[in-house]
Structure formats: C-alpha cells, structure tokens
C-alpha cells in the first residue's frame, strides 16, 4: 500500500484547487475515474459570484444567499462565503485563470436573485471550462500525484478514523489500497439520477454513496435544483443556457409567444430558479407544448454573440441564431444542494474525512442555491478544508495531530437535524427491470419538480426492491449504478419525510412552507442492520 498525506477523490474545481494547495503541506495523491478533465466545471457557464463591486458589499451576498436559501441556510456557513470570496478569487487569479475584463476591471454581470451585478465569467459563458483547463495544467506540471481511469469503490476506517481508500483500476480490473491522513471527496453531485440533466456523464453521486457507507452523515437530499432553461431541440442532448441570458434581459415567452413569468412572480425571469422552474412547468401544461422559448432577439446581436459565444456557436451549429430566432428550452436536473454533511472546515463526522464541493453540503445553499455561489463555495471551503489540515500539523505536531478530533464547535446550523436510517421496504413482486434508464426515467417521473406523497411512495419502493436485488459491482459502470441507486434512496426517502415545499423541494400535496419543518434531515447507515 503507497501512503499520502492527502488523497483526493475528483478532478473538478474542488479537487484540483485543494491538490494545488495542498501540496505546499504534503504529499498528494488525486484518484479519477476518467482523465483529469472529465468533470462537471468545466460545463459550468454561469461564473462566480464575488462582492467586489462599487455598489455591492460581502454583506449584500450574504442577504441575498440567505434569502434564496428559503429559512435553511446555515448563517456562519454564508458568512464564510461571502466574506471570504475575493481572497479565493485572488487566488484564481494567481493561478492565471482568465477572467473577463472591462475597461482594465474584471466585468461583473447580474443573474436572477442577486440584488446587484456581481458575477465574474471567463470566455463569457464558458467560465468553467477555463477554471477546470488553468487549475489541470496546474496540477499536472506540479509534483501532485494524479492516477486517472482509477474509480474508489470503497472508504477504509478503523475506530471512527480514516486510513485510507480502495480503488479499482478501470482498466484492468485490478483493484489496489491506498493510505492516507487526510481523505478529501471531491466527486461532485447526483444530476445523473435524471432523465433530463445539465450534468456529465461522470456525475454519478459517487462521494455521496462512499461517505454514506463508510458511516458519514448525508443531509438534505430532498433539496435538488432543476435549471430552467436547457436547449430543448430533437436529437440534441440537453445544453444549458446560462441564468445570465435572462439576467442580460433575455425573456420567457410560451408556446403561443405570450411572456408569462409576470403571471408567476414580480420578479418575473430574475426570479429564484426553482420559482422559474416550476413556472415553465405549469405553462407548459397549460398550453399542451413541451417547451416554452428564451427570447433575446430584442437585444443587441452583437451583446449576444460578444456574451454568450459558446451558447451562440453551440445554437448555430444546429441550425438556430438566437439572435434572431427564439431558443425552445425546459427545465432540466442541475444542483445537488445536499451532499455529505460537513461543518465550516469541510469536516465530516468521520476523523480525517473531508468533502468538497457539490459532494459537501456546506449549509450555504439551504434549501435552494443562489445562482453562481456554486463555484464561488467549492474554493471557498477547499481553501479552509487545507488550512485545517494544516493546522493539525503545524499548531499541534504531527503525532498529536493524528489524534486531533472534528471541530464541531463552528457549526451553527438553522434548526435541528432529524436523524434517521434508510426505512425497511417491501419488495414489490414485480418491477421494471433495474437499468440506467429505468432509474432516470423513474426519478424523472416520481421525485422530479413536482413531487407528492404517492409518486415518493412508488419510487422509494421500487428504489428499494432494486436495491435489493443488486450484484456486487464488478466494473467501472456498476460501481457508478451502485451509487446512484443509494442516491436516488437517499432523495426520495428525505422528500418523502419533508411534508411542505421549501425552495427547490415541491410538494403538490403540502404546498406552503412549514415552520416545524425549518430542520434538516439527516441521514446514517443502519450497521446494526447489516
């Protein structure tokens, strides 16, 4: 077995900026399922939100991040966030990560829900792409170990502490050990759970799953976000279209034209995602069409293409100008705002486990995540994920440093969490049977934008009956099949529990808010019952 001080597992935006801080402190080992580059950031169009305009102010943010997050945002969590976001992106900087400049100052646009102009882009809608492109040549040209095509399929713990991790070599099948001090997850989301999705095909819920089963507590599953606006055009997968076209001044118009998102809310298309959401949704039953259409041929051609080349080039290379025509989009799957539940320094209940990124549930998003704080919390947290770690070695001394406990005494949570085990299911005689698809499909279907009692029940027992079926993973695909199988679990039995609507979760049958509520759900493997 090869030990390293820190492993980190993924590539993302997370990943690599904790491997380049990381390495000033220790050895370091990145483990990927696929190359470097095979992620989520680099689809990323929206950019980062940062309070560092003349009339904008980290406070600002906060309010704004506090508000989007419906009454669930842990308040500690989003002050970090929004206090400490232009030193990180001092560090991108550093790091020579391209962003957008205007009149020799980085250029600040405005999305839905933020009350001013704050988000900062690269290549106009393609800010992830040079994040992930800048931190990846970063990490291969520095002394960072970086085993591609090697998928963790399991956590190593003995005695509530971490030791390490097993992996499989996606390749050969072999599978090898790896120890460690500090472990570092950093796989990003579940958006591969649905039919419909923004997410690449690696985002598989991976970290959640290995945190889930090693012991770690997963909160907030319930609380998924569903971008409104994805190019909806025959034999096209879905592409996003970035929230800052509707923040450019972009307009929703339905099936027969008409702009209907003043009939939904006064903020009409600069209104939270999940408001958009769901708006799409009911004018789509209403006018019987699958689509609604983005329109933004009122504005300047040249605003647009200057602004948006990625999404114009993708648009005319199948056959539509966006600059004249309007652009058929509909809701897809996006964000995970739950994840594995960390405290302010990225530490799970689990001794040398730390998660990063859409992986970690923070508590900044609440129970909807304000658009562009995405990014903006990955560095944040892996920033203080490092710091962390370095001070168990430096304030404490390595042989006491090993014995150094989670700090829990920065968390301060809004409301209690409910503790619970995954519940004990009948297994239906006959289901569908169990495959990518058929899971995609379902999760569509039954724990989709709109959910109720009756699909929940329906999917958490078919969920569970799959579940019960299941073969040892063998093999790279089955592994990810795995761990999206528990995810789904996980969602539909905490969207089952939470009988209101609250930001991105929507219960048709308890439609309004509930204070008793205003708590998290919080779930723990049931070893007892293996």
Request: proline share 4%; with cysteine.
């Amino acid at each position: 077995m090869s030990y390293y001080d820190y492993i980190v597992v993924g590539s993302g935006i997370a990943g690599l900026y904790i491997s380049l801080l990381a390495i000033e402190h220790g050895s370091v080992l990145v483990l990927t399922k696929g190359t470097i580059e095979d992620c989520n950031t680099r689809y990323a169009q929206g950019g980062v939100a940062v309070a560092i305009g003349k009339d904008d102010s980290p406070e600002l943010h906060f309010k704004d991040t506090i508000a989007a997050g419906d009454g669930l945002s842990d308040v500690e969590a989003a002050h970090i966030l929004t206090s400490e976001a232009a030193d990180c992106i001092a560090d991108l900087i550093k790091l020579k990560v391209p962003f957008d400049t205007l009149n020799g100052e980085i250029a600040l646009t405005r999305e839905a829900a933020h009350s001013v102009s704050r988000v900062i882009h690269a290549g106009g809608d393609a800010t992830g792409e040079h994040i992930e492109v800048t931190l990846s040549k970063q990490v291969r040209s520095a002394p960072i170990e970086v085993m591609e095509y090697c998928l963790v399929s399991g956590i190593l713990v003995d005695k509530g502490e971490v030791k390490g991790v097993s992996a499989v070599d996606c390749r050969v099948g072999s599978v090898e050990e790896y120890t460690c001090r500090f472990l570092i997850l950093a796989t990003g989301g579940v958006g591969r759970l649905f039919k419909y999705t923004t997410n690449s095909d690696v985002v598989t819920g991976d970290g959640v799953a290995l945190a889930f089963e090693a012991g770690a507590e997963i909160r907030d599953m319930e609380f998924f976000q569903f971008h409104p606006t994805v190019l909806r055009l025959p034999g096209v997968a879905p592409f996003l279209i970035s929230e800052a076209v509707r923040g450019e001044g972009g307009i929703l118009r339905n099936a027969g034209g008409r702009r209907f998102m003043t009939d939904y809310a006064s903020e009409a298309e600069l209104a939270p995602r999940d408001v958009v959401a769901r708006s799409i949704v009911y004018e789509m039953r209403k006018t019987g069409s699958d689509r609604v259409f983005l329109d933004v041929t009122h504005l300047p051609p040249q605003l647009i293409t200057t602004r948006f080349p990625h999404i114009y080039r993708f648009c005319m290379e199948h056959g539509l100008d966006i600059t004249k025509e309007f652009i058929p989009v509909d809701p897809a799957a996006h964000y995970l705002m739950g994840g594995v539940k960390v405290n302010a320094w990225g530490e799970t209940n689990i001794s040398g486990i730390f998660a990063a990124g859409e992986t970690a549930c923070t508590g900044v998003h609440g129970a909807n995540r304000l658009a562009s704080n995405s990014l903006l919390e990955a560095v944040v947290f892996s920033k203080r994920i490092v710091q962390r770690t370095a001070s168990i070695y430096y304030s404490k001394g390595e042989e006491q440093g090993k014995n150094l406990k989670r700090d829990s005494s920065l968390s301060h949570e809004v409301g209690s969490d409910i503790s619970c085990f995954l519940p004990s299911r009948e297994v239906l005689p006959s289901t569908a049977p169990f495959n990518l698809p058929n899971l995609q499909s379902l999760m569509w279907d039954k724990v989709g934008i709109i959910r109720s009692a009756e699909n929940l029940n329906e999917a958490a027992n078919i969920l569970a009956t799959w579940q019960c079926s299941l073969p040892q993973p063998t093999d790279r695909s089955s592994h990810e099949l795995n761990n999206l199988l528990l995810c789904a679990r996980l969602m539909a039995e905490a969207a089952l529990l939470r009988e209101e609507s609250r930001g991105a979760h929507f219960r048709a049958d308890f439609p309004q808010p509930s204070s008793q509520w205003q708590r998290h759900i919080v779930f723990k493997k049931n070893h007892a019952a293996n």
